[in-house]
């Protein structure tokens, strides 16, 4: 199979494709992410080969990449607004170097540097919704976040991103992240002790595109537990859920969460095809009612 697009997401696809016309093995071929496809093909017992296509047409196996980025540290003046973020209500979040306050999964702050002539950039936390959002705050209420002005938008935002909540756009973003929230709030929803969420591992792009998000705690047998989330039919959640686990905890059993509508016979038969087990937890906490909502 040729990927033309959305090559970093393609496993999933092009092994649904081969299972559903009865293929035996799989030969993939792509011309970005080579190596990281390589590195997910090897979580499955499926006969899989990828390739990658240079840009002069040539056409070699594709290496598998570490799947471990390197550990990007949180400098000390990034993390100096960590209190400032806990204070206005908001979850500190550090994912890939970026530090960050979370509301019920959404971002609200982050910490941000400003080119200046000296080596150090300055560091600075912007309020807002996605990098559009925080421009626009800052137009409207200047370079310098107040605690009043993140505390309102945490109240905001919490009003929001509640169980059983009319649809608004505060609570179409993240909904995977929102998913998280609650059941690390309810962790013997999925048969956890405990959960508490971890950085992908890979960045996110932004906040819009839906991508799976990831939890690590133990479950009510004792052991480590690695749990996705993801909201809406996946083609691919499967194989990043398995280079998920082998970067958080390699020897953790792998859960994947979503509403039970969401897990379709044929992504069940991708975590069929894993060499280390995982299984499915249908979460419907999202779709709860609200005590006291009209």
Same mark, same amino acid.
């Given at each position: 199979?040729?990927?033309?697009?959305?090559?970093?997401?393609?496993?999933?696809?092009?092994?649904?494709?081969?299972?559903?016309?009865?293929?035996?093995?799989?030969?993939?071929?792509?011309?970005?992410?080579?190596?990281?496809?390589?590195?997910?093909?090897?979580?499955?017992?499926?006969?899989?080969?990828?390739?990658?296509?240079?840009?002069?047409?040539?056409?070699?196996?594709?290496?598998?990449?570490?799947?471990?980025?390197?550990?990007?540290?949180?400098?000390?003046?990034?993390?100096?607004?960590?209190?400032?973020?806990?204070?206005?209500?908001?979850?500190?979040?550090?994912?890939?170097?970026?530090?960050?306050?979370?509301?019920?999964?959404?971002?609200?702050?982050?910490?941000?540097?400003?080119?200046?002539?000296?080596?150090?950039?300055?560091?600075?936390?912007?309020?807002?919704?996605?990098?559009?959002?925080?421009?626009?705050?800052?137009?409207?209420?200047?370079?310098?976040?107040? =605690?009043?002005?993140?505390?309102? *938008?945490?109240?905001?935002? @919490?009003?929001? %991103?509640? +169980?059983?909540?009319?649809?608004?756009? &505060?609570?179409?973003?993240?909904?995977?992240?929102?998913?998280?929230?609650?059941?690390?709030?309810?962790?013997?929803?999925?048969?956890?002790?405990?959960?508490?969420?971890?950085?992908?591992?890979?960045?996110?792009?932004?906040?819009?595109?839906?991508?799976?998000?990831?939890?690590?705690?133990?479950?009510?047998?004792?052991?480590?537990?690695?749990?996705?989330?993801? =909201?809406?039919?996946?083609?691919? *959640?499967?194989?990043?859920? @398995?280079?998920? %686990?082998? +970067?958080?905890?390699?020897?953790?059993? &792998?859960?994947?969460?979503?509403?039970?509508?969401?897990?379709?016979?044929?992504?069940?038969?991708?975590?069929?095809?894993?060499?280390?087990?995982?299984?499915?937890?249908?979460?419907?906490?999202?779709?709860?009612?609200?005590?006291?909502?009209?």
């Amino acid at each position: 199979m040729l990927l033309t697009s959305r090559h970093e997401f393609g496993l999933g696809p092009a092994m649904i494709w081969a299972l559903r016309n009865g293929a035996t093995s799989l030969n993939i071929f792509t011309e970005h992410n080579s190596g990281d496809l390589a590195r997910r093909a090897s979580f499955f017992n499926f006969d899989i080969d990828v390739y990658k296509i240079a840009s002069d047409l040539t056409i070699t196996p594709a290496l598998s990449l570490p799947g471990a980025l390197p550990i990007k540290e949180i400098s000390a003046a990034d993390e100096s607004f960590a209190d400032f973020i806990r204070g206005s209500g908001a979850e500190v979040t550090r994912e890939h170097g970026v530090l960050a306050g979370e509301v019920c999964g959404l971002e609200v702050c982050r910490v941000v540097h400003d080119d200046t002539d000296t080596a150090v950039a300055e560091s600075r936390l912007e309020i807002g919704v996605g990098t559009h959002d925080r421009e626009t705050f800052q137009l409207l209420h200047g370079r310098t976040a107040t =605690i009043e002005s993140l505390r309102k *938008v945490v109240e905001e935002v @919490a009003s929001k %991103r509640i +169980a059983g909540a009319n649809p608004h756009p &505060l609570n179409q973003l993240g909904r995977e992240r929102l998913l998280r929230h609650l059941t690390c709030v309810s962790p013997h929803s999925v048969d956890a002790i405990s959960l508490q969420s971890v950085a992908p591992p890979m960045p996110r792009a932004n906040l819009k595109d839906q991508v799976p998000c990831c939890a690590l705690g133990i479950s009510r047998s004792g052991k480590s537990l690695v749990a996705i989330f993801s =909201i809406g039919i996946d083609p691919d *959640v499967i194989s990043f859920g @398995a280079d998920a %686990r082998q +970067a958080i905890d390699d020897q953790a059993e &792998l859960i994947f969460v979503s509403p039970q509508r969401d897990i379709v016979p044929a992504i069940a038969q991708l975590a069929e095809l894993l060499f280390i087990p995982a299984r499915f937890a249908g979460c419907n906490l999202l779709d709860a009612p609200t005590r006291g909502r009209d």
